[in-house]
């Protein structure tokens, strides 16, 4: 089943999200390429799904069922700060220029009370996390973006926040 979205209007992703979740990772804003493919991480040069599938010595999951499926199995959580923009374009830099809505992440948060933890996949989501929710009673880390963009990638970064979690 395909996520509703829509291209035009770039709206973001609903929280893949359940009772089980530890772990909340979030990113800034779907890309175009994820936009277009309807689910998170969505450009095939992307790091994200590849590297959780080395840190919990899986598959990389192909499809967005495979990727829901790893996600839950693994106690996985995946939302993004912005969840609606203006956005022309995949970059931050344009994002930030760009008119935005925040999602709601306290409600989530106290929804799912089994959320211990919280990565932000790149410097931008982590600012914006602190920009608007800075009073939470949980902390954000900002993590190496795993966009091809990003030079500086360190899969290592990733594992161990991860594995301290879960």
Not at 76 to 99: F, H, M, P, Q, R
Not at 137 to 165: G, L
Request: charged share 25%; aromatic share 10%.
């Amino acid at each position: 089943m395909k996520e509703n979205i829509d291209l035009n209007n770039n709206i973001g992703f609903e929280p893949l999200i359940d009772n089980d979740s530890k772990i909340l990772i979030l990113g800034s804003f779907p890309s175009v390429k994820s936009r277009e493919n309807l689910f998170y991480y969505g450009h095939p040069q992307n790091r994200f799904w590849k590297m959780l599938a080395y840190i919990f010595n899986e598959n990389q999951p192909k499809s967005i069922e495979e990727k829901k499926e790893l996600c839950r199995k693994h106690k996985i959580a995946l939302w993004d700060v912005v969840i609606e923009s203006n956005l022309k374009g995949s970059s931050d830099l344009a994002l930030k220029k760009s008119n935005y809505k925040i999602a709601n992440i306290p409600t989530l948060l106290k929804n799912h009370p089994s959320i211990n933890g919280i990565l932000c996949n790149g410097k931008f989501s982590f600012k914006l996390y602190n920009s608007y929710f800075a009073d939470l009673k949980i902390d954000a880390i900002c993590m190496p973006s795993t966009s091809p963009a990003n030079a500086r990638f360190d899969i290592t970064i990733w594992e161990n926040e991860i594995k301290k979690r879960i």
